[in-house]
């Protein structure tokens, strides 16, 4: 009969919940296929998600595999949750690294099997009340890398957030000496690494499936991990500066305003006057966080010097960047916000729009592009200049480079579908606007620019828009099909403005990069109307997708009129227009009289950056 025992120290299983169970044992995969996969979590997947400690894996790896070849198995649950989680988040990456549809196919079936046994060993050993630091590690890389979408996993996330408060990782233990002199320098920056990934995911999981985070509320003095190296010399973090690691501080600093933002959003005011105050007060905070992650970006710069690849440097500077950019946008969205006191502002879970899903039914796509290019409020210069930094900076986040083939998986994720559709309407509502760079704020301008864009001496939407469509285009086939079907849709839709524009204005047009066929828009079903929501917390893993519901104002008329029109006069805002209107912001929102809030202002934690 098999048995289990946990790993010594403070991260272990109470000895009730050591129960022998042969199915675990039988459904475990084998030691071939762990020897098969160590490298590539290493090199793929441990640099983004470091929060396994390598030295332990290594460690106790054939320790572990000695034991299941005793006379009687014995089994480390805490390190099987480990490795299960290691070989889980490969076949997740492999997906879009290989190329090949058939060991995709093999791969996911994989994935399935090896998610089954982690739900099983949960249940078994009770994980979720008893839980341990291993199995919040495991949780983690699985639910970090193995969905596309993020919708549905609130929950998990949720409930992780909640275990690891109770088990105090909100504390941080040099602060509040939560367990004095028992925890090695390893293990206290271990646990700050979990919590604030928890965190930053917890965040952006609830607002991607249209919920408001909880984790604002919460009391936490958890300082960020080290941004050094470890070394093994001096047995501290103070080895050369980790690039990888000065990426996730800038992620969970993003995080953290990002859940200022949406609170601002679900906030009660009795005037325009507090409300203002309000909105002042989180810009004010933005540009904290602009120069913030600036300084975050010299740093991760400077690590050319310890060696590492100019272009895994670029890629991770824009991956930075861009996290800042995505909560700044959706701040612009929010000055919108027209409704006070009895009138609040929630979150709620996107619906099917109907009237949008009809729109599949046009007769020519003229028709079609027509209906989804209308706008009922300019978007103002500021938010079409940072939206042109953005998306220029996607070629540097997905582009598939050599040096970065360990990375694709990563490069999947930068796909901004939304801010795309926003700009090609503000390209066909406003052909001859000037987007010019130097207006912007010198924190914004301190973020990473692409030299192109500011060399660019025409459209400058134009330019970061065709940039990040040929980038997208390349991963097309690493991508869902639905999500396929919505970048050829962007890309027909850009040629139908395109040409527009240039018949409107006389202009030639350059036929050879546009699409001789008739765009099908029977194949604009309503599932992929359901596929098409976005989030502004796609800073996380996962795929921008596009939500038509939220750009089309709710009292929308049909009609078979050509929309276009340089001398088009805008309509005063509509009261009851959805806020996303202005920018395409992720969530849906909805103004309701049954609403709730997360609390009196006086009662909200405010964060500063020091």
Not at 299 to 315: D, M, P, Q, T, W
Not at 393 to 404: D, G, N, S, T
Not at 566 to 588: F, Y
């Amino acid at each position: 009969m098999a048995q289990y025992v946990p790993n010594p120290g403070p991260f272990h299983l109470e000895e009730d919940d050591i129960i022998p169970d042969k199915s675990i044992l039988k459904d475990f995969p084998s030691k071939t296929e762990f020897d098969e996969s160590m490298k590539h979590f290493w090199d793929s997947v441990h640099p983004i998600i470091s929060i396994v400690d390598r030295n332990f894996v290594e460690d106790n790896y054939q320790k572990f595999w000695d034991g299941l070849k005793a006379e009687e198995p014995v089994m480390d649950i805490n390190f099987a949750l480990i490795l299960l989680a290691i070989l889980y988040a490969v076949h997740s990456v492999m997906i879009y690294c290989e190329g090949s549809v058939g060991k995709a196919h093999i791969r996911k079936q994989k994935k399935n099997k090896l998610f089954a046994l982690y739900t099983k060993m949960k249940t078994k050993f009770a994980l979720e009340v008893k839980s341990t630091l291993h199995f919040l590690t495991a949780s983690i890389i699985i639910y970090h890398t193995g969905s596309l979408y993020y919708v549905g996993m609130f929950s998990a996330f949720s409930t992780l957030s909640r275990l690891a408060e109770f088990m105090g990782l909100h504390r941080d233990s040099l602060f509040h000496h939560v367990t004095p002199n028992k925890l090695s320098v390893v293990q206290i920056n271990q646990r700050r690494m979990i919590w604030h990934w928890i965190r930053f995911l917890d965040t952006s999981t609830s607002i991607q499936s249209g919920l408001s985070p909880h984790m604002i509320s919460i009391n936490a003095s958890a300082d960020f991990p080290s941004k050094f190296d470890f070394n093994v010399k001096t047995k501290n973090f103070d080895g050369p500066l980790n690039p990888f690691r000065l990426a996730n501080i800038a992620e969970f600093k993003c995080g953290l305003v990002l859940e200022s933002v949406i609170h601002f959003l679900n906030s009660d005011f009795s005037n325009a006057d507090e409300l203002q105050s309000k909105w002042d007060s989180t810009t004010m905070t933005l540009m904290t966080l602009y120069s913030e992650v600036g300084r975050i970006i010299k740093e991760i710069k400077s690590c050319v010097n310890n060696g590492y690849n100019a272009k895994l440097i670029r890629f991770l500077v824009a991956n930075a960047g861009s996290g800042v950019h995505r909560v700044f946008l959706l701040h612009l969205a929010s000055e919108k916000k027209p409704y006070f006191h009895q009138n609040k502002v929630i979150i709620m879970p996107s619906k099917i729009n109907i009237q949008l899903t009809k729109m599949s039914k046009a007769a020519t796509s003229t028709e079609f592009f027509n209906k989804v290019l209308t706008i009922t409020t300019p978007y103002s210069d500021m938010t079409i200049q940072v939206m042109v930094i953005y998306l220029a900076e996607v070629k540097h986040r997905a582009a598939l480079e050599p040096e970065l083939a360990n990375f694709r998986w990563v490069a999947r994720n930068a796909n901004p579908l939304q801010h795309c559709f926003f700009l090609i309407r503000d390209i066909y509502r406003n052909p001859h606007r000037i987007v010019d760079l130097t207006l912007l704020a010198p924190e914004i301008m301190s973020m990473p620019l692409d030299e192109g864009l500011l060399n660019y001496m025409g459209d400058k939407r134009r330019y970061a828009l065709d940039n990040c469509l040929s980038v997208i285009l390349e991963l097309v086939e690493i991508l869902p099909g639905i999500i396929r079907d919505v970048i050829h849709f962007l890309v027909e839709l850009r040629t139908f403005v395109y040409r527009t524009i240039a018949t409107h204005e006389n202009d030639t047009v350059d036929e050879s990069q546009f699409s001789a066929e008739e765009f099908d828009t029977s194949k604009f079903s309503q599932d992929l109307f359901n596929m098409m929501q976005f989030s502004p917390a796609s800073m996380i893993p996962s795929v921008g997708n596009l939500n038509f519901e939220h750009s089309i104002p709710p009292n929308f008329q049909t009609t078979s009129e050509p929309l276009y029109n340089n001398n088009i006069e805008i309509p005063p805002q509509n009261p009851m227009m959805n806020v996303s209107e202005n920018i395409g912001q992720l969530p849906d929102i909805k103004f309701e009289q049954n609403y709730y809030t997360m609390g009196n202002e006086s009662q909200q934690q405010h964060y500063s950056y020091q």
